[in-house]
């Protein structure tokens, strides 16, 4: 036990030393703290006002000066009411007091609507918001021309209402936006805390390192040391990064922008342990197999190639509760929660949209447990014929004839 906190101590003081964690690190706090003030940002260069100057003209005064109600409409545009000519309006456009101009036009029988803009490809198009509000005046004025009763009018204009049902019977609730940014933020700590696992390994070995603490204590100690030195450095780092937004999003964002894009009401105590759990699990299982990658080659221009299987593992994992997010009571998406590789990406995510039991729950772990202590006798086993291997990396054939060596 001692000389398995010795080298915890000392892989944790490592991590934390090297200038490309700490760059890193920073460089990631920096861009959340900048990313959450964008919305300020544009908000000062632009004013405090940032919806668009819509000018509408009512040229034969279709609608008796009614469109002035629209002022008062919270339609995301500052409108306008004046009689310009189309001469007038162009040079408000190319001058910037207005951004686009609605003219309404008599012909015959026809109202004509031209929508007046300095760019045809603007991606936005026509305000269909705003026509219909228009069109929507345009008919209750000529209805109440008519006369008509208060139950005549609602007989033909009644209020329809919608609603969403689904005919299973798990029903999932949560803001999918705020789900996707947890997965892939549960994937960046457990890939990337995982990968160091590999690179470590490779880089003491190079620097013969590895010699010294081998004579010190057993390759078992030094693979679980290092694995649990490297998940807890992880682990804080995933802390500040997560605390860090949190606390971007509250002080930078508007209550409003948060509630809509951001829904905590999800977010419970019991679903931040379930998330923890699952990335020290996560982390264990994808850092054992890079622990094992890492021991087979000499050269840290070969670890990558070497990680290419495992990296291949984490990204199908991910993906796979990834894209089961847009059907989240599928079979699919339960097989993703009980798979190994991408148990500790969707689980946390089912329960967060409740339609996770606690016997799902539980039936998950155990299989990640196992999964996770057939990997260690593996990579231990393996890593401890390899730990000294200075050559050439060494292909499948030869990681398997160390792990059948029954001298290990």
Do not use: W
Not at 60 to 76: P, V, Y
Not at 270 to 296: D, W
Not at 350 to 359: D, K, L, Q
């Amino acid at each position: 036990m001692k000389d398995l906190k010795t080298v915890i101590k000392f892989t944790m003081s490592d991590m934390l030393k090297r200038k490309s964690f700490i760059i890193s690190t920073l460089i990631i706090l920096i861009l959340i703290v900048i990313g959450f003030n964008v919305p300020k940002i544009i908000k000062s260069i632009d004013g405090d006002d940032l919806s668009e100057k819509l000018l509408i003209v009512d040229t034969a005064n279709i609608f008796e000066g009614n469109l002035e109600i629209l002022k008062n409409t919270d339609s995301g545009y500052e409108i306008q009411i004046e009689n310009k000519t189309y001469e007038e309006i162009k040079e408000k456009i190319e001058q910037e007091e207005i951004d686009s101009a609605i003219i309404i036009e008599q012909k015959e029988n026809n109202i004509q609507i031209r929508y007046i803009v300095e760019n045809t490809n603007m991606m936005e198009g026509v305000p269909e918001d705003i026509i219909n509000t228009i069109n929507t005046m345009y008919t209750n004025m000529q209805i109440s021309k008519l006369g008509l009763t208060a139950e005549q009018l609602q007989s033909i204009t009644p209020n329809f209402e919608f609603t969403l049902e689904q005919t299973e019977e798990e029903e999932a609730s949560g803001n999918i936006f705020a789900i996707m940014l947890l997965s892939i933020v549960l994937f960046y700590a457990i890939y990337f805390c995982a990968y160091q696992v590999s690179s470590s390994i490779t880089t003491e070995k190079t620097s013969k390192i590895m010699e010294t603490l081998v004579t010190s204590t057993s390759p078992r100690t030094i693979v679980l040391g290092k694995t649990i030195g490297i998940g807890i450095v992880g682990l804080i780092q995933m802390v500040i990064i997560v605390g860090t937004a949190i606390c971007s999003a509250k002080a930078f964002l508007e209550p409003e922008m948060i509630n809509a894009v951001l829904d905590m009401s999800n977010i419970t105590p019991y679903l931040g342990i379930v998330t923890i759990i699952y990335f020290i699990l996560g982390y264990l299982a994808y850092a054992l197999l890079y622990a094992l990658t890492g021991s087979t080659v000499s050269k840290p221009e070969d670890i990558q190639s070497a990680n290419t299987p495992v990296a291949i593992l984490a990204v199908v994992g991910f993906y796979l509760s990834y894209f089961t997010m847009m059907n989240p009571t599928s079979e699919l998406n339960v097989f993703a929660s009980m798979l190994p590789i991408s148990s500790p990406f969707c689980m946390p995510f089912r329960i967060m949209m409740g339609i996770a039991s606690t016997t799902d729950v539980i039936i998950s772990i155990a299989i990640l447990l196992v999964t996770i202590f057939v990997i260690a006798h593996i990579a231990i086993k393996i890593y401890s014929n390899a730990i000294l291997n200075y050559g050439t990396k060494m292909s499948f054939a030869d990681i398997i004839k160390m792990y059948r060596d029954k001298n290990n």
